[in-house]
């Protein structure tokens, strides 16, 4: 399997531009997860969904950001007016269900918001 | 509301030599995770671990549920080894949401 796959692998923008980043996770998990990676939080839960439907989106800063999973083999998080301060490396990973299982994540969108 | 501590925050080491990173958090969990992130930023799961001790190769990775303390150990250190160890816990009911340590940077030196 060619694991998770991410796009674009950067993305540089200007403030107030939409961004999309997409996710493709890996064939029959049925846990998709976005995350978001500054220097100043480290690590964060953004949203996650399960068989499709979003679970928990408590981690989502704000009505910019919205995220959907029109199928079991993609994903998209949208940013909408994109800021400055949204520049960050968002990752997406999935895990298979069924018990704890570890999540595998994908290389990473590097968003620079000018 | 889970908060995981990690230390050190930084650490370098000599080839060879025997590493331990702490991590702590402050609630019940169903199972706490490492992973390891190198530079240029890929995120790879290293242990995933509900109770006493997990090995894989020079790594171990041990918890204490009673204390809410895990540790990674490496063993043999080597400068591949440099890179960020992050430990994650599930936080709150939920099996699948991740609460995560700000990481440790490690450099091992040859």
């Known amino acids: 399997d060619a694991g998770v796959i991410q796009s674009p692998r950067h993305e540089v923008t200007e403030m107030g531009q939409e961004v999309t980043l997409r996710c493709k996770p890996i064939?029959?998990?049925?846990?998709l997860f976005w995350y978001r990676q500054t220097m100043m939080r480290g690590l964060e839960l953004l949203i996650y969904f399960n068989n499709n439907v979003p679970i928990d989106d408590s981690g989502m800063p704000e009505d910019r950001f919205s995220a959907k999973m029109p199928n079991a083999s993609f994903s998209t998080l949208k940013i909408q007016p994109s800021e400055p301060r949204d520049s960050a490396v968002y990752f997406c990973?999935?895990?298979?269900?069924?018990?704890?299982?570890?999540?595998?994540f994908g290389p990473g969108t590097r968003l620079t918001v000018l | 509301k889970n908060e995981v501590e990690q230390s050190p925050q930084n650490l370098t080491a000599q080839e060879g030599e025997f590493i331990t990173i702490n991590c702590s958090y402050s609630?019940?969990?169903?199972?706490l995770h490492w992973l390891q992130q190198h530079p240029g930023g890929g995120i790879v799961s290293l242990f995933m671990l509900s109770s006493g001790k997990k090995k894989h190769g020079r790594l171990i990775a041990t918890i204490n549920i009673q204390e809410k303390h895990s540790s990674l150990h490496i063993t043999a250190s080597h400068p591949r080894d440099s890179a960020v160890y992050i430990c994650a816990s599930n936080s709150g009911g939920s099996n699948y949401k991740l609460t995560f340590g700000k990481g440790t940077l490690l450099t091992v030196n040859p």
């Open positions: 609630v019940g969990i169903s199972a």
């Open positions: 990973a999935s895990k298979e269900s069924g018990g704890l299982n570890e999540q595998f």
């Open positions: 064939s029959g998990h049925d846990y």
